[in-house]
């Protein structure tokens, strides 16, 4: 970015714009900390003067705000508080932080401006933006304490029945593993880095002014670093296995730990998380019921691991799955009528396809009213009997013959064959014995 | 989001009087001349769907594409109005299917044009509608029964889509006037009812419907707010292919979707099955799905403009997925969707290729509670050695057998004599004198002689089965017959004694099992005393190991049973001799270079907790660190475990086995 000698925060903000944009695109969240002394500039560019003109932008010199990409805003004035309202400073600024739809906040010094001060504003900042989560992961009996890194973000549910935003636990409770496969690429909220810290018993990490022993302090972080810890062997094994550990967020709310190369040689721990409620990836059902796979009567995966119970059947399928009807464009209508035509001049071969499609086109036709949708394809088949050829199979006229009736009882709408769970069946003859068992 | 929006409950009435019999009077050939007919067959005359038809099968595109996208949460009801109202199902999920829809249509079958028009209307149908967005879904009941006190955030709005035939605008101002009512009234009953809930908001949307060539006799009004609660909405709409236009852009705006189309689809061709062809194929889906695109692509973030927006798709081009890839992507959401198109050629052949998992599927259900998951982790670390220089037995394929079922909550008499067999398999090896795989990691010259090795395996064999001898009486047996089996050391009688005196002690231990093993039966105190004398040969041990210069100082770790043995070399508070500054100095030198002893490390000055476990289970007792090598459990549990060891090396490191 280049600088200039001008206080012109938009530059700035569209600069930081698109370096972000550049190097992460527009998924990963950022944060953004906007150092000023509270001045914004005079004349064109100025921040003032930015904002009085935001509603006229086109597309090409749009204001950079909000940023289009998950982020955070925060500005710190070197000035108090005073200061900037004496200005519409402070008006301004909260109009930033409005603009990137909220997300942000504006920091000021408490008091006058010295060295001190301005620690005791960045202090803030700190505590509030980059402060890491503290967790402890389990495994049965295993644990480790780890941190979490970014903190992961409160998440509402539903605005309006549930406004309270849902934290994450503390206690990060391991309860199964699955396969890569399986889980195949869910979605997440978030993804965290997971790393190992050495606590001594006070809960304070290991070598922060407990001991004022020098040489101590650096055997403690010696020895932590030799400690078998839970996160080395779960890291490691999750990698090994292609495998992913379950783990338990709080009440219905869960999410994954999972090995994540970043490089050739380097890879991390990392915990995504997944959306609460009780099921969160309808391929795997419900969360509850992902118990161990030795209950179960019968492994899943087969004696040679070659099968798997994931994705999960839909207990309703989806319209694509099943086979559904639908005639809004003529050719829907034409493609199920020729696949009966077609199966009629193949009997009876085909008988039961043929009364399969029949069926079909009857019971969607008794749904929709289209009575005369009946009649029609019955004078069609009665019209196929009598363009039988010399050689076709006796059987053939018979069937058509019955069908046609069928469909003609049906389209009166009143009688039992009009019934919509009423199934055309093929006409028992003396030649049918051999081909209804045909498909 | 919010679950309880309007389109939480949409009702459907659909006019059934008699002119809605009349014919839209858009032609559809059904006969199509197929080829190789060379005779002069003149094709059956075209026929043409009612108005009826038109609407219903239109408002069945509207559920199917929900459906698909909404196969929860979403809830239709549908009436059907004539001389009275119809109510073809009601708000249950199980009511929620194209299926059922469809079979109550078709009970219900076509309006006879013979009726008496006088006694039909479809305001039967709006009074129901009004009626039936009173009534409780299960989610607003379970919503509401989960938040108690706050039952009221619960809210109750809903959609109307009417589909008639009107007479003029002001026919339409009758019906928009006789909801406004009827609401009014409703809320008015549903106020004093618990399984009644007030309208908060409706939001009517009344479709006349007219056959093509027809002049409309009503004309199109964009929402307008009626009252507090209701708005209303008019569209008039030519019959026919108009009319499912129509409603899927309704659809589209009611469910907040947006179009994708996948272009380039390479498809083999039906005739010609060498060939191969591309195909596009559109599919609806929820529009967040493009949130990421928009602010990628033109910065300028999600349109404002609803209407107008709806021919808009985003093109993808499509890729033919690698299927041996098992690799995790980044993935910031997944969105159902639904085919524009779902029985055209295309769009079938991608959604059988895309279902089409080559995998075996299972059709049983798997419904087995998470929490046993837990309980199985719980067991399966209760002895856990994280390093593989640490263990011999997991280190031994001959432990296999005994070590893969002793986790178990309950044994068969055939594990149990597995276990007996692989004791006195060991036995063998042990009188054979076979090499035993003892890491001799970190420590000077060739480790530990034969008959060490085998009392260093038996302890670790005994504090694994120790560790799980309360989960049945089964597990009692094989440790039974560990302890008739194993070889003991010598000086085991010796320390014996020594251990009685430890009374205070004991009482402690005892006190442990009874505050927090209610549920298993107290050990009677020979057992305790069992389980108190190998902790002594544990703590023997350790002191043995400790003693030698290699052991580092043990980390610190919050404080655990007391014990009245006094630390063996702990830095003294006093002046400090030559010999302890050294000896010090080696061991923090020589505790860089190797992994510590695991006892030692989840010790307190020097000080081990023995049967942690006591503390927080149920009487038993484990050893001091945990972990089989036998299969720990997962939602998939492979042969192999999940958690391995790690190796360590000699330069302290420890690295992936």
């Known amino acids: ?196 810290i050495a606590l001594n018993k006070e809960g304070d990490e290991v070598g922060t002014g407990i001991t004022d022993d020098n040489e101590d302090e650096n055997s403690a972080n010696q020895i932590a670093g030799k400690i078998p810890n839970f996160c080395v062997l779960l890291h490691g094994s999750l990698k090994v296995e292609g495998m992913v550990a379950i783990v338990q967020l709080g009440p219905e709310w869960h999410g994954m730990l999972y090995s ?67 005639w809004i464009k003529p050719s829907g209508l034409q493609t199920d009528v020729q696949k009966i035509l077609r199966n009629a001049r193949k009997l009876p071969e085909k008988t039961q396809t043929f009364y399969k499609e029949l069926n079909r086109l009857r019971k969607a036709a008794l749904a929709f009213g289209f009575l005369d949708l009946l009649k029609g394809v019955a004078d069609m088949l009665e019209r196929e009997c009598t363009l039988l050829p010399d050689t076709a199979h006796p059987d053939a006229a018979f069937q058509l013959t019955h069908a046609a009736q069928q469909l003609k009882l049906a389209s009166t709408g009143t009688s039992e064959y009009a019934a919509y769970d009423h199934n055309i069946t093929p006409l028992h003859t003396d030649f049918s014995g051999s081909s209804t068992e045909r498909m | 989001m919010k679950i309880f929006s309007e389109s939480h409950k949409t009702v459907f009435v659909v006019d059934h009087c008699p002119y809605m019999a009349e014919s839209c009077r858009q032609h559809v050939e059904f006969d199509m001349l197929v080829k190789n007919r060379t005779q002069g067959i003149i094709p059956l005359a075209p026929i043409s769907k009612s108005l009826w038809t038109c609407s219903v099968e239109s408002s069945m595109e509207y559920c199917r594409i929900m459906y698909d996208i909404f196969p929860f949460r979403k809830l239709v009801n549908f009436i059907v109005s004539d001389s009275g109202a119809h109510v073809l199902n009601s708000w249950t999920q199980e009511d929620q299917n194209l299926q059922e829809l469809m079979a109550a249509l078709a009970t219900v079958g076509p309006p006879n044009p013979r009726a008496d028009p006088e006694c039909c209307s479809v305001l039967h149908g709006l009074v129901a509608a009004v009626e039936t967005l009173c009534k409780i879904t299960e989610y607003q009941h379970e919503a509401r029964t989960l938040l108690m006190e706050n039952a009221e955030r619960v809210g109750n709005r809903g959609r109307i889509i009417c589909i008639t035939n009107a007479k003029s605008d002001s026919h339409v101002r009758m019906l928009e006037d006789c909801v406004q009512e009827t609401i009014h009234e409703h809320n008015k009953l549903a106020a004093n009812s618990d399984h009644l809930m007030q309208i908060q908001k409706c939001e009517l949307v009344l479709i006349h419907t007219y056959p093509v060539g027809e002049d409309s006799l009503v004309s199109d009004r964009p929402k307008k707010e009626l009252s507090p609660v209701l708005t209303s909405e008019v569209h008039s709409v030519r019959a026919g292919r108009h009319l499912a236009t129509k409603l899927n852009v309704l659809v589209q705006q009611h469910f907040d979707l ?94 059988n290729f895309l279902l089409n998992d080559p995998r075996y599927k299972i059709d049983a259900s ?189 980390p610190n770790k919050k404080p655990l049973v007391e014990m009245d043995e006094p630390p ?77 060891r790690m190796e360590t090396t000699e330069n302290g490191k420890a690295s992936r086995q």
């Open chain 1, 1 to 196: 970015m280049d600088d200039y000698d001008k206080t012109c925060l938009e530059s700035a903000l569209v600069g930081v714009c698109n370096i972000v944009q550049q190097e992460w695109g527009g998924a990963i969240p950022c944060q953004v900390v906007l150092v000023t002394d509270g001045c914004l500039g005079i004349g064109r560019g100025s921040l003032r003067h930015s904002l009085a003109t935001q509603n006229q932008r086109s597309e090409s010199n749009r204001f950079p705000l909000p940023f289009p990409f998950p982020s955070k805003l925060y500005v710190m004035c070197m000035a108090n508080l005073e200061e900037l309202q004496s200005t519409d400073s402070l008006e301004c600024l909260e109009r930033l932080i409005d603009l990137n739809n909220g997300e942000g906040q504006i920091f000021t010094i408490d008091g006058p401006l010295c060295l001190k001060n301005v620690q005791s504003m960045f202090g803030k900042l700190i505590d509030l933006a980059y402060t890491p989560f503290h967790a402890v992961l389990k495994c049965g009996h295993l644990t480790a304490d780890v941190q979490v890194f970014p903190r992961p973000e409160p998440f509402v549910i539903d605005e309006e029945i549930d406004p309270i935003p849902k934290v994450i636990n503390t206690d990060l409770e391991i309860v199964g593993f699955i396969d890569i496969a399986d889980i195949s690429s869910p979605p997440v909220l978030s993804r965290h880095l997971v790393l190992p």
């Open chain 1, 260 to 326: 994540q190369a970043d490089s050739k040689k380097k890879s991390n721990l990392m915990m995504s998380l997944f959306e609460p409620g009780p099921e969160p990836l309808p391929w795997l059902g419900k969360m509850a019921q992902l118990g161990p796979i030795s209950d179960a009567k019968e492994n899943p995966y087969g004696e040679d691991d070659n099968k798997s119970p994931f994705p999960l059947q839909p207990k309703n399928k989806r319209s694509y799955a099943q086979n559904v009807t639908v």
């Open chain 2, 258 to 351: 947006a179009s994708t189309t996948i272009t380039n689809i390479p498809m083999k061709e039906e005739q010609h099955a060498n060939t191969s062809a591309n195909y596009d194929v559109e599919l609806l889906h929820h529009k967040d799905a493009h949130v990421d695109f928009l602010r990628s692509g033109d910065t300028h973030s999600g349109g404002s403009s609803r209407e107008g927006s709806f021919k808009e798709t985003v093109t993808l081009k499509w890729c033919t997925p690698r299927t041996n890839s098992i690799e995790l992507h980044y993935c910031t959401g997944a969105y159902r969707i639904s085919p524009v198109d779902v029985n055209s050629r295309p769009s079938s052949c991608l959604t």
């Open chain 2, 366 to 554: 798997l419904e087995i509670p998470l929490e046993r998951a837990k309980d199985q982790l719980e067991k399966h670390t209760r002895y856990w050695p994280m390093i593989i220089s640490q263990t011999t037995i997991f280190n031994m394929q001959a432990v296999v057998p005994l070590a893969s079922v002793i986790v178990k909550e309950s044994l068969t008499e055939e594990d149990v004599l597995n276990c007996q067999k692989t004791i006195y398999n060991l036995v063998d090896m042990e009188r054979k004198n076979d090499p035993l795989p003892i890491s001799t990691v970190g420590t000077r010259g060739k480790g530990p002689k034969r008959d060490e090795q085998y009392r260093i395996m038996w302890n670790e064999l005994e504090t694994l089965v120790r560790a799980h001898v309360s989960n049945s009486e089964k597990h009692q047996r094989v440790l039974e017959c560990l302890m008739a089996c194993r070889s003991k050391p010598p000086e085991e009688e010796e320390r014996k004694k020594r251990g009685r005196k430890r009374e205070d002690r004991e009482d402690k231990a005892e006190q442990a099992v009874k505050e927090h093993g209610p549920e298993k039966p107290r050990p009677d105190s020979d057992r305790l005393k069992g389980i108190l004398e190998r902790g002594k040969e544990d703590l023997a041990e350790a002191e043995v190991i400790k003693d030698s210069p290699d052991s580092p100082e043990p």
């Open chain 2, 568 to 644: 063996h070399m702990e830095k003294s508070k006093g002046p400090m001799s030559l010999l302890s500054l050294w000896s010090n100095r080696i061991n923090t030198a020589n505790s860089r270079k190797h992994q510590e002893f695991a006892g030692r490390l989840n010790s307190v000055n020097n000080r081990a907790e023995l049967y942690q476990h006591l503390k927080e289970e149920n009487g038993e007792e484990v050893g001091l660190t945990g972990g089989p090598r036998t299969s720990i459990p997962f939602l998939k549990c492979s042969h192999s475990p999940v958690v391995n």
